[in-house]
């Protein structure tokens, strides 16, 4: 099975602007920067505000801001490794190189 679909978080902090690090069940530790997100649509519009953005929780393995706003712990995992935000297309490209090639990553 895919990892990406099955990863999930055990802690995420919100460490500075719109980065956060995040800690995944296997324990593997990454950071990325969220503030690209803030651009992809009206969602995303409260995680603008700093005071928010660090609201972040964790709720059965993936990131929960305050209104139920959440991302999806595989496509955040894959962030991580990359060391960056990426869309849609670009994260789906790097979950279908990665899957199941964990010693490749990070």
């Given at each position: 099975?895919?990892?990406?679909?099955?990863?999930?978080?055990?802690?995420?902090?919100?460490?500075?602007?719109?980065?956060?690090?995040?800690?995944f069940?296997?324990?593997?530790?990454?950071?990325?920067?969220?503030?690209?997100?803030?651009?992809?649509?009206p969602?995303?519009?409260?995680?603008?505000?700093?005071?928010?953005?660090?609201?972040?929780?964790?709720?059965?393995?993936a990131?929960?801001?305050?209104?139920?706003?959440?991302?999806s712990?595989?496509?955040?995992?894959?962030?991580?490794?990359?060391?960056?935000?990426?869309?849609?297309?670009?994260?789906?490209?790097?979950?279908?190189?990665?899957?199941?090639?964990?010693?490749?990553?990070?």
């Amino acid at each position: 099975m895919n990892r990406y679909f099955t990863d999930r978080i055990t802690a995420i902090e919100a460490i500075g602007g719109h980065r956060v690090r995040v800690t995944f069940r296997d324990g593997f530790v990454g950071e990325v920067d969220l503030a690209p997100l803030l651009d992809c649509g009206p969602i995303f519009e409260p995680l603008r505000d700093v005071a928010f953005f660090k609201q972040v929780t964790v709720d059965h393995g993936a990131p929960l801001w305050p209104g139920d706003l959440d991302l999806s712990p595989g496509s955040l995992r894959a962030w991580c490794e990359a060391g960056k935000f990426m869309d849609y297309d670009e994260t789906h490209e790097w979950i279908e190189i990665h899957a199941g090639k964990p010693e490749e990553v990070a």
